[in-house]
């Protein structure tokens, strides 16, 4: 995060007072309720404020997962080595040179190709297609009911974008030597079965749709979490508004480029994952940006983090520097933690009414 120092002061002030600062919550509940991202109200009754502070803390930590996971961090199964892990090693930097960026911008990350493209016409057709896309829409807008039928067939497909520990994601052949070893933790486990469900089921004919306009964070979100635990909800605002708008104008070796179009894409098609819809975007543009692989990885950190590896994070967007990608974490980061919070503080606002 340290690649991106306006947002990591943003971030830190929001976990500082979440964690530290008076709240609802005890201290000692809140450190709980962060290791085990897991609320377990016995007998106790919990107060709407303490819900709404658990619900912040979980959301956080779940959205946290993704980014630390999403930056390949995980170990990869070596049978030559005794323990059977290795740090992962690209061109002579070591996995631990990610976290301080040591000259890791001037490596190349490609690693294995999974069969995609060179890289550098990879870039340029990604350049080419926002491009045209900008075109288009300058030209031409799509209708609400194009715009409907277009989210409603990326939902459905985002159903069947496999996470990255599923063979057919890849190659098999390439794919099969990145299968990582889990730490075993079923030991703290209560429910081992326990974990992310997609929001539907394949085959269904009529997905559920969360229309993002009936309740929105800026309109609902924020004011009702403001109201019920002080002042985060300016902290969470700010974060989100940071990641959104966060930009050097840069793609690669690429400058004064406008990334505007490239990030919503991102930032949308996670919420779209989770059958969240804004009305008024075009999801025929994350179809254009975002290739399979790409679409693969996204939903393995948002969904899957512990099944990332290094490889995954390397295969997609080869030419782009590891600040870069960095930033792609970051907003899908922000993009999972906010559409947690908004189907949790949706269901508490139907409470209250």
């Not at 109200?41 to 779940?62: D, R």
């Not at 288009?136 to 496999?162: C, G, I, N, P, Y």
Request: proline letters at 3%.
């Amino acid at each position: 995060m340290s690649l991106h120092t306006q947002y990591l002061e943003s971030f830190l002030r929001s976990q500082f007072y979440m964690l530290r600062m008076d709240g609802p919550l005890p201290l000692p509940y809140r450190h709980y309720i962060a290791i085990m991202k897991l609320v377990k109200t016995g007998e106790n009754n919990w107060s709407l404020p303490e819900l709404v502070h658990a619900v912040v803390l979980l959301a956080h930590y779940h959205a946290l997962a993704s980014f630390v996971f999403g930056s390949g961090i995980n170990p990869e199964r070596d049978p030559e080595i005794s323990n059977g892990f290795r740090l992962i090693s690209v061109n002579n930097f070591c996995v631990c040179d990610l976290a301080n960026d040591n000259n890791i911008e001037n490596a190349s990350l490609s690693g294995s190709n999974f069969g995609i493209v060179d890289s550098l016409s990879e870039l340029e057709a990604l350049m080419e297609r926002m491009k045209r896309l900008k075109e288009e829409r300058e030209d031409e807008e799509a209708s609400q009911e194009e715009m409907s039928t277009r989210f409603e067939k990326e939902k459905k497909e985002s159903l069947f974008v496999v996470s990255g520990d599923t063979f057919h994601s890849f190659p098999h052949s390439e794919f099969e030597d990145d299968m990582i070893i889990t730490s075993d933790v079923s030991r703290y486990i209560e429910d081992p079965g326990f974990g992310y469900e997609d929001f539907a089921r394949r085959g269904e004919e009529h997905l559920p749709t969360f229309r993002a306009q009936d309740y929105t964070w800026e309109n609902h979100g924020f004011s009702l979490v403001n109201r019920l635990y002080s002042d985060i909800g300016h902290l969470l605002d700010e974060k989100f508004r940071m990641v959104y708008n966060l930009t050097y104008n840069t793609m690669a070796t690429h400058e004064d480029v406008d990334t505007t179009m490239l990030r919503r894409a991102l930032f949308n098609y996670v919420h779209c994952m989770f059958g969240i819809r804004y009305d008024d975007y075009d999801y025929g543009e994350v179809n254009q940006l975002l290739e399979r692989s790409l679409k693969v990885y996204i939903k393995t950190v948002t969904c899957y983090p512990e099944r990332t590896t290094k490889r995954m994070y390397d295969s997609y967007w080869r030419q782009f520097k590891h600040s870069e990608k960095v930033h792609v974490n970051l907003l899908l980061m922000e993009a999972r933690m906010q559409a947690e919070l908004l189907y949790a503080l949706r269901a508490i606002t139907r409470h209250l009414t």
